[in-house]
Structure formats: C-alpha cells, structure tokens
C-alpha cells in the first residue's frame, strides 16, 4: 500500500469502498468489515497479477480499480469453493 502512494487509513476506505463496488456487481451479500478485508486483499493480489504483466497501477484510483478486479476474483473463487463443497 505504500507504494501506491496512499496510508493504511485511505487503504481502508478505499478498499472499504472497491469492495462495496465489487460486492454489488456482482451481487454478493457481505458486510462492511468484509467489504473493507476484500477490497485491500483484493488490491495487493490484483496488483501482484497485474505486474507480472508489466501493468502498474499507483495512486487512489489505481489502487480503486485494483481493489474492485481484486475483490471481484475473490468472491468469485469463494464462489466456486462454496458450490464444490455442496
């Protein structure tokens, strides 16, 4: 998070607010200290894929938009654990 230029205090509300935008696109029902925890993992694991392709997203926004692809893989892999194990 710090290499994105941003503190642990607007890590936690953006990755409050990408993983509430994760969560009604794809219609999942989570709580807000989910939101938040989807949206910072989301984040770092988004970037780490992200750079393996030579893509770098810094600041607010990228770190937005990074949380959202994030923690919209997340819950879709929470998805897919959940119907396999039923």
Not at 13 to 19: K, N, R, V
Not at 20 to 46: D, H, Q, Y
Request: glycine share 16%; hydrophobic share 65%.
């Amino acid at each position: 998070m710090e290499t994105a230029g941003i503190g642990w205090i607007a890590a936690i509300i953006i990755g409050g607010i990408a993983g509430w935008l994760a969560e009604m696109f794809m219609k999942s029902n989570m709580g807000v200290f989910m939101n938040i925890i989807l949206g910072i993992v989301g984040a770092l694991i988004a970037n780490a894929i992200l750079s393996m392709f030579g893509v770098v997203l810094g600041g607010w926004i990228g770190y937005l938009v990074a949380g959202f692809i994030g923690a919209c893989i997340l819950i879709a892999i929470a998805r897919m654990f959940r119907r396999s194990a039923a």
